[in-house]
């Protein structure tokens, strides 16, 4: 079987994990931590960067960070997993959920304007696939609103809009190093802060609500409960893990963008035929190939075509489900259709892609997939 995903390993990992233990210092913050938060505000020019446990956590962080309260309206796509959502339910708040593109599951940024009351608080954009969404019209009315915006970009590492590392752009972002991601530490997760004003809250907060990396700092002379927090910080064997695949981020790169390529070129007749729709990338975004995946015209294509995948010892898997039509928030919606979303989670199915996926197996998907729209 070709699995949708296997975790990969350079080699250093397993040297600097050992690295982590000897030292003496396997809780957070130490050695490795400290330099995997020098490597994305150096590489990306984040102004703060403060290693998670999850992105789920570095969400939390946000809503915190936003000051959201109960009754406050957030405005986020409905195609998102749910993390990204409970957040901000977390802190009492209402969310809108907006529909994606016509052609792209990212937030429609020409429909937001249309959702802002008087009582929104924020747009939590997330940037499906690490393409990046429409952001100067998103932070236009950020600033003709006076909103603070957060960008989920659990799938975007490395990837820019017009030039800027997604992840910078908004008041604050979260990234994820889960697994499935390309660059990965097991579970763990990243929050960025851009926002001046709320750098030094980060901190506490990442710290259970204390001064206590102050305190280490030697800015002052004692610490204690200074905010609401709670414990965000991963271990130093999650930042070891981080740092080793770090150092190893041009070379993932450059493979997981040969994949998507081959996968592209080989699929690409099929999308000319009608048979299924590619991935389009945005003029202003760029592609970290974080995934591939295709749309089908219908359900029944797509749960038809999985099976055939799965006889031939490939398995490919759809993603996420319209959040708004969900057991949870069903009620709570305001019950506007969503169809573009919907869609997507109807249709929109993912394609193995790992750094030690081979020209072969990718030359086996890309012709099972053919084999099935032939027969």
Known sequence: MIPFNKPYASGKEYEYLKDAVLSGKISGNGKYTKLCHDYFQKKYHFKKALLTSSCTDALEMCAILQDIKEGDEVIMPSYTFVSTSNAYILRGAKIIFADSEVNHPNIDASKIEALITPKTKAICVVHYAGN??????????????????????????????????????????????????????????MLTVNNDKLID??????????????????????????????????????????????????????????????????????????????????????????????????????????????????????????????????????????????????????????????DQEVNKIIQSIHQFYTS
Request: some cysteine; overall charge negative.
């Open 132 to 189: 990046a969404c429409e952001m100067d019209t998103i932070m236009a009315l950020a600033a003709k609103y006076n909103l603070s915006v957060s960008e989920d970009a659990a799938q975007a590492v490395d990837s820019f809009y017009k030039g800027k590392p997604l992840g910078s752009i908004g008041d604050v972002a979260a990234f994820s190093f889960h697994e499935t991601k390309n660059i990965i530490s097991g579970e763990g997760g």
């Open 201 to 358: 809250r980060s901190e506490i907060i990442w710290e259970k609500g204390t001064n206590r990396s102050a305190f280490f700092r030697g800015e002052i002379d004692k610490y204690g409960w200074v905010d609401m927090g709670s414990s965000f910080l991963p271990s130093e064997l999650q930042a070891a893990y981080l740092y080793a695949q770090l150092e190893e981020m041009d070379n993932i790169q450059n493979r997981r963008k040969s994949i998507w390529n081959q996968y592209y070129e080989g699929l690409k007749a099929l999308e000319t035929q009608g048979k299924l729709q590619l991935p389009q990338i945005p003029t202003y975004a760029t592609n970290n190939a974080h995934m591939f995946y295709l749309v089908t015209n219908t359900l029944e294509e797509r749960s038809a075509l999985i099976s055939h995948l799965k006889k031939h010892d490939i398995l490919a898997v759809f993603h996420y489900l319209s959040l708004h039509d969900s057991p949870f928030y069903r009620d709570k919606h305001d019950g506007r259709d969503l169809p573009n979303s919907d869609r997507f989670s109807n249709t929109l199915l993912r394609l193995p892609l790992f750094f030690e996926l081979t």
